[in-house]
């Protein structure tokens, strides 16, 4: 698990101002912070994901962190070529993502009845197209032995 520190390091990383070993600054540290709970919240609503920016599974980190780059595009001023680069890691990322978590909706799928026959009143019908006799219409009479009642 990868923590909310270790994700703005890597947006940061990914967006081109933080070189390798250096620490962010304060300034950074806060504008990267301020985007992660609105995508985190886009995403679900968007149906991709459901995505905590505090805890992150190491399968949806690097993902996230490009679609959290592609938001920070405009605060850090990142233009041109670059700006196309981030923009397709960002898409490629919601691909990802979508396929790696579903967002299951928790109630059960709605049961659909077929309906044939005249309005009001028909019977149900089975998996052949024929009607289902109701339990009060079937005749239990049954004798055992041949027809004979004794």
């Known amino acids: 698990m990868r923590t909310r520190e270790d994700l703005i ?12 070993g250096q620490a962010p600054s304060d300034e950074d540290r806060a504008e990267v912070d301020d985007l992660i709970e609105p995508v985190c919240e886009k995403l679900f609503h968007d149906g991709v994901a459901k995505l905590n920016g ?3 599974d190491d399968a949806a980190y690097l993902p996230l962190a490009d679609i959290v780059a592609e938001r920070a595009m405009v605060p850090f001023g990142i ?6 680069e981030i923009r397709a890691a ?9 396929l790696a978590y579903r967002v299951y909706d928790a109630r059960p799928p709605m049961r659909l009845e077929q309906f044939w026959g005249r309005r009001g009143g028909s019977a149900p019908i089975n998996s ?7 339990p009060e219409d079937i005749d239990l009479d049954v004798t055992v032995d041949g027809g004979r009642r004794g």
């Open 90 to 98: 960002a898409e490629q990322a919601r691909t990802d993502l979508k």
């Open 79 to 84: 233009g041109g070529t670059r700006a196309g």
């Open 54 to 56: 505090d805890e992150i």
């Open 128 to 134: 052949r197209g024929r009607p289902i006799t109701p």
């Open 9 to 20: 390091a890597r947006v940061l990383k990914n967006l081109g101002v933080l070189a390798a």
